[in-house]
């Protein structure tokens, strides 16, 4: 291999990894061959700070009816705040369309404008939080949300974002959210089924939902969210079912309603992606008080290097909550214990 080519692949590797790679340092190597999610062929040394701390859309919104800000807005935002990057929630773009309905192809004028706003205010947009429902016995009903994650991977890949959270879904027996949170995020399933019938489904659905992943360049992740993720247990059996580097796990550190440290740690070792929950104000659906120095600690001794994004779920206006809660996180996951 002659110097040239082998500048080219240097500098495809990216980083510290480019410089190493020309003359033969162990970084390249390392970068070469992938680091896993379990944190293998990391480094123990990080001379970063810590983790860059983001903000949701879905922290100004919180799905009330008069904080439905744009994503352009949401973004100048979050920038005045002093966030680091920004996570879209889908649901809040003007081409949002629920699976089975026709679907409304997004505006690409409007998503390069927000592309530029984000660049020029020094905002990265790092991830894309969607929904989608596998956890069903109507293979039309799975394909519809086959066919809807995969046009939403399209979407993160145009925008130049590298993660998209997904779920399992849920069975849609709970009479409304409201109800599934009196049942502390328990639904029972649809008649004549268990939840051992439905992790083929998810399984299933999100392979097939993969190809177009890795074509992206967009690493999908698994959300303890309710359905089969409402357990560490369930994420993880999905995950290592599919055993694939473009699925991995987002971490939320408020849908364990009960012991949430010891579940999180079963997901920090594999975590691609963190979402940590504040509630000032009191929580518009429950309201947990969280040890963010023992969450923190959890993942740092995970090796955890990666995103925290604030989702903010409490009833205190968002202009005077979000700095708060950056606040927090930037003490917390912003430096080393």
Known sequence: MD??????????????AAL??????????NAAAGENRSGENRSDVDVRKGSPIGVSTYSFWRFQDDWKLSIPECIS??????????????????HYTPAGKPP???????????????LVL?????????????????????????????????????????????????????KSFDDLMKHRGIEPPLAGYTDADGFPWVIESLEKCLPTAE?????LALENHWGLGRLPEGVLKIV???????????????????????????????????????YYGGGIYYTLDLDYKRIAAIFRAAKYRGYISLE???????????????????????HAA
């Open 3 to 16: 110097r040239r080519e082998l500048m080219t692949r240097a500098l495809a590797l990216g980083g510290l």
């Open 20 to 29: 190493d790679a020309i003359s033969g340092g162990p970084a390249a190597v």
């Open 77 to 94: 935002r979050s920038a005045d705040m002093g966030f680091d990057f920004v996570e879209i929630l889908e649901m809040q773009m003007e």
């Open 104 to 118: 409304v192809p997004p505006n690409h004028a409007a998503l390069a404008a927000i592309k530029r706003q984000a």
């Open 122 to 174: 020094g905002m990265p947009l790092c991830g894309l939080s969607t929904h989608q429902g596998f956890l069903s016995p109507d293979v039309n009903v799975r394909r519809q949300n086959i066919a809807k994650t995969i046009a939403s991977i399209e979407l993160a890949y145009t925008l130049g974002i590298p993660t998209m959270r997904v779920n399992t879904g849920r069975w849609g027996t709970s």
């Open 215 to 219: 074509k992206c360049g967009v690493v």
């Open 240 to 278: 290592d079912a599919i055993h694939s580097p473009w699925l991995g796990v987002l971490a939320d550190t408020g849908n364990f309603l009960e012991d949430p440290y010891d579940k999180l740690a079963k997901l920090a070792p594999r975590a691609t992606f963190v979402q940590a929950k504040t």
């Open 312 to 334: 903010f779920e409490g009833h205190e206006n968002p202009m005077t909550a979000l700095p708060k809660s950056l606040a927090l996180l930037r003490e917390t996951f912003g």
